[in-house]
């Protein structure tokens, strides 16, 4: 059987020369340069880790990935979409390791809120939130009862978690 080489895969990320500097002290005189040019393709189908110690520029690669952070020098393409395309949000997730919610919403509300965002309607949520929070593993009760700053962060990053 043939197998499909990795290079026919359609490409998730590419960025070519990515760079990004920061100035900071009180004159703004300190230039730092976490990102000097960062050259990478990631395609379809395959896992891909980011590795380096701390402040070696990990989050700041994701967040130029996602449209938080503007780089200074080069470019990418994410899903097909240049480097910043708030398009693309609708079809990506991001789990950070602590996401910060509203802690005196429950989860039920929460979703509930964000599907408003959406434009979807309330017979969908009540149709949908269930069915996410199976997907999960995340009880019925707690999240229609509990406020979330009384769940564990391993709850918390359940009610973050996006379907790919
Ligand atoms: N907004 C910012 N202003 C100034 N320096 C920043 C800013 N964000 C990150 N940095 C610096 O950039 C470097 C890389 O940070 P970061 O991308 O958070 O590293 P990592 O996630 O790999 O630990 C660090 O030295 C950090 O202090
Ligand atoms: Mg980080």
Not at 13 to 27: I, P
Not at 108 to 135: H, N, Q, V, Y
């Given at each position: 059987m043939a197998t499909e080489a990795a290079g026919d895969r359609p490409l998730v990320v590419a960025v070519e020369n990515l760079q990004k500097s920061y100035r900071s002290g009180f004159w703004l005189r300190t230039v730092l340069t976490p990102l000097q040019s960062v050259s990478l393709e990631v395609r379809q189908g395959e896992t891909f880790g980011l590795l380096g110690p701390n402040g070696a520029g990990k989050t700041t690669f994701l967040k130029i990935l996602l449209g938080l952070v503007k780089p200074s020098g080069g470019q990418g393409t994410l899903l097909g979409h240049p480097?910043?395309?708030?398009?693309v949000r609708q079809r990506i997730g991001y789990l950070p390791e602590n996401p910060y919610f509203y802690d005196y919403l429950t989860a039920w509300e929460f979703l509930e809120f964000t599907a408003g965002l959406f434009g979807l309607s309330t017979a969908t949520c009540k149709e949908r939130i269930p069915l996410l929070l199976e997907m999960v593993g995340l009880n019925l009760k707690d999240a229609r009862?509990?406020?979330?700053?009384?769940?564990s962060k391993g709850m918390v990053q359940r009610v973050a978690w996006r379907k790919p």
């Amino acid at each position: 059987m043939a197998t499909e080489a990795a290079g026919d895969r359609p490409l998730v990320v590419a960025v070519e020369n990515l760079q990004k500097s920061y100035r900071s002290g009180f004159w703004l005189r300190t230039v730092l340069t976490p990102l000097q040019s960062v050259s990478l393709e990631v395609r379809q189908g395959e896992t891909f880790g980011l590795l380096g110690p701390n402040g070696a520029g990990k989050t700041t690669f994701l967040k130029i990935l996602l449209g938080l952070v503007k780089p200074s020098g080069g470019q990418g393409t994410l899903l097909g979409h240049p480097l910043g395309d708030r398009a693309v949000r609708q079809r990506i997730g991001y789990l950070p390791e602590n996401p910060y919610f509203y802690d005196y919403l429950t989860a039920w509300e929460f979703l509930e809120f964000t599907a408003g965002l959406f434009g979807l309607s309330t017979a969908t949520c009540k149709e949908r939130i269930p069915l996410l929070l199976e997907m999960v593993g995340l009880n019925l009760k707690d999240a229609r009862k509990k406020q979330m700053r009384r769940y564990s962060k391993g709850m918390v990053q359940r009610v973050a978690w996006r379907k790919p």
